[in-house]
Structure formats: structure tokens, C-alpha cells
């Protein structure tokens, strides 16, 4: 009889996986089959997601959408923006009429228990806030007692402003409107004495004022709010997202940029290990993209057509934008300059 040996058997399952090719998830399927991508966003975010003079969404979160499509699809037009209320984005998602989102959802416990959705990584860093009219006299949220406050029903809003509320010892007073159109229309009116978002979302909504500068948002931050790209639970799908923004965070590590990508893929050979990783044809991501169903090039396809998540940010939230936020002192600054944002080894 043949001597058993263990090396030679686990030799030959290694060689039988690696010959096995990874089945893509059904959702990854759909979205080729369909070769489009459908993604949900803010219908009325300016910097994260408005529609422009054509009807096609512009801004922070809809590049992201953009972002997943060069790597699945291999073109960022391809994503198909919808968008949704915040209610029913999660719905939408729930139901299978959407493959993912991009619009500010913040990460919770319970709702990542929810097998109906799946949180892959958080692209923005953000807490909860409140915008008062100017005219209201007031400097600090400590100052509300009894207010008035417009504020979106099924989101964490709510929920917060109970907890801080109830910390100070203060009384307040909701009006809950669901509609994010007419929320803000009741409070530039007076109806309510305070609307409370995240402060991002708050300096966006400050735009849609008749005259923004009668708002002011207090200095006060009540909550931490990690805000998620969400998808349909698909493993493939969630690597290829999740892949996809560490592509974007490690190019912005080497200042790599979709306007000077090309000139650095035409001198390669001189640039850092982490680069040729990145873009080499025979790489990690290339060795990804078999493993993956992605297309061979996927992620020089992201930085050319979306860019680095720094590039992002400035193009939509930096200084030359009416937000004007110099991200190297927000939580979503390069972790070398303090922030949050830590690019994951592609190797």
C-alpha cells in the first residue's frame, strides 16, 4: 500500500483551488447582466448629490456610485443615480431594486444585523448638529430649551436628540416631517426654531435657503455618525466596493490623481512598490481582478474616471467650493494628518 503523505495531499487541494475560478455573487451577475449599476443617493444634497442643469446627479456621494462602476463595469457613466429619499433608499435596497447606495447612512448596530442590507466601509466621518435662524440670538445648542426642532423621521436624528436632550435636562419639541422638501421649507419659514442633520448635511441644506447667511449651525457636535456605503449582501460585491474606495485612499497616499495617472502608468517601472501594486499589469489588483470578475484594469479605471478620494473631496467639498472645508482638519483627513482615513494594503 502507498505511503500516505499529507504534504502531497495538501499540495494537490491547493492547486485544485487555485485552478477552481470564483464564482461572481448573483448581485455582481445582475449588475453585468444589466451592465449597469443602480445606486441610490440624496435626491437634494448639494456638494454630496444634486442633479445638474441635464437631471444627472453631481457630488461627493454620487462619485462614489461612479466609483463602483469603473470597477465593475469598467465605465463610470454606468452607474444609474436614482435619487431616494432616505427612508426609502433602505427599503429600496432591502427589497433587490437597487445594488447599492451612497447617501449618508450612518452606520448602526441594528442596522447592520439587517441581512436585507450590508454596510461595506465609510466614506465620510460626520456627527449630529443643529442650524438655527441668525436671527434666534443663539451661540450653543445648550440654549434650546423648549425649542422647536424639524427633524427626519426613521433616521438616527431622532434618537439623538432624545439622548442629548435628556443629558441636559432640557425640553424640546419635534416636528416630524417626513419629506425632506418641505422639512426644510417649515423651517427657513419659522415653523421650527431649529433643524437638525449632520453637520455636513446641514451645510448642504444651507445652500437651499432663500439667503443662507440668515442660518448659522452651532459649534455643538452631539453624535458620531460613520457614513456608510451600503449594498446588497453580496460578497463579491462588497469586495469589489470596498476595493474600489482603498484604491482611492491608497492613490491619494502617492498623489495620484485622474489628471496625472497617465504619466505615472507611462513611467511605472520608477515609481513605489505600492504604486507598480496598484497598475502594473501583473499585480495585486490585476491578480484581484481574476479572483474578483473585475475588469483587468479596474483600478486604473477608477482613478481615471472617478479620481483619489482626495481629489473627490476638493472637487466637491473643498476650499473652492461653497463648503469650503479644508479636509486635513476634518476626521476624514489622511491618517498621517490625524484623520480617519487609512488606506488598506492592496497587495
Not at 110 to 137: K, P, W
Not at 216 to 228: A, G, K, R
Not at 310 to 327: I, K, Q, Y
Request: proline content about 5%.
Amino acid at each position: 500500500m502507498p505511503q500516505f503523505n499529507p504534504l502531497a495531499v495538501l499540495a494537490g487541494t491547493i492547486l485544485a483551488f487555485a485552478a477552481t475560478p470564483v464564482a461572481a455573487g448573483p448581485v455582481l451577475d445582475d449588475i453585468k447582466a444589466k451592465d449597469s449599476l443602480i445606486c441610490l443617493v440624496s435626491p437634494t444634497a448639494p456638494g454630496f448629490s444634486v442633479p445638474d442643469s441635464q437631471g444627472v446627479f453631481q457630488g461627493f456621494n454620487a462619485d462614489f456610485c461612479r466609483m463602483g462602476a469603473a470597477a465593475i463595469l469598467g465605465d463610470a457613466s454606468k452607474a444609474d443615480i436614482r435619487g431616494v429619499g432616505f427612508s426609502d433608499s433602505m427599503k429600496t435596497i432591502v427589497a433587490g431594486e437597487a445594488h447599492m447606495g451612497a447617501r449618508s447612512i450612518t452606520r448602526t448596530g441594528t442596522r447592520d444585523a439587517d441581512e436585507g442590507m450590508a454596510f461595506v466601509v465609510t466614506n465620510f466621518f460626520d456627527g449630529q448638529g443643529f442650524m438655527v435662524s441668525r436671527a434666534l440670538g443663539v451661540a450653543s445648542a445648550k440654549e434650546l430649551d423648549g425649542a422647536s426642532i424639524c427633524a427626519e423621521d426613521g433616521s438616527t436624528t431622532l434618537l439623538n436628540i432624545a439622548d442629548w436632550f435628556s443629558a441636559q435636562g432640557m425640553n424640546y419639541r419635534v416636528e416630524n416631517i417626513a419629506d425632506k422638501t418641505a422639512r426644510l421649507e417649515a423651517f427657513f419659514s419659522g415653523k421650527c426654531d431649529v433643524y437638525a442633520s449632520d453637520v455636513t448635511a446641514l451645510s448642504a441644506d444651507r445652500q437651499l435657503a432663500p439667503n443662507p447667511a440668515d442660518f448659522v449651525i452651532l459649534p455643538d457636535v452631539i453624535s458620531n455618525e460613520p457614513l456608510t456605503l451600503v449594498a446588497r449582501p453580496d460578497q463579491a460585491l462588497e469586495a469589489a466596493l470596498f476595493w474600489g474606495f482603498q484604491v482611492m485612499l491608497n492613490a491619494d497616499s502617492n498623489g495620484i490623481t485622474s489628471a496625472n495617472i497617465d504619466a505615472i502608468l507611462a513611467d511605472l517601472d520608477k515609481q513605489p512598490p505600492a504604486v507598480q501594486r496598484m497598475f502594473a499589469s501583473n499585480s495585486a489588483t490585476t491578480d484581484m481582478a481574476e479572483k474578483l470578475g473585475l475588469p483587468q484594469d479596474w483600478a486604473y479605471r477608477i482613478i481615471k474616471q472617478v479620481g483619489s478620494y482626495g481629489e473627490v473631496f476638493d472637487r466637491h467639498l473643498g476650499a473652492d467650493t461653497p463648503f469650503g472645508l479644508d479636509r486635513s482638519k476634518t476626521q476624514n483627513a489622511h491618517v498621517a494628518e490625524g484623520g480617519l482615513m487609512y488606506p488598506y494594503p492592496i497587495r
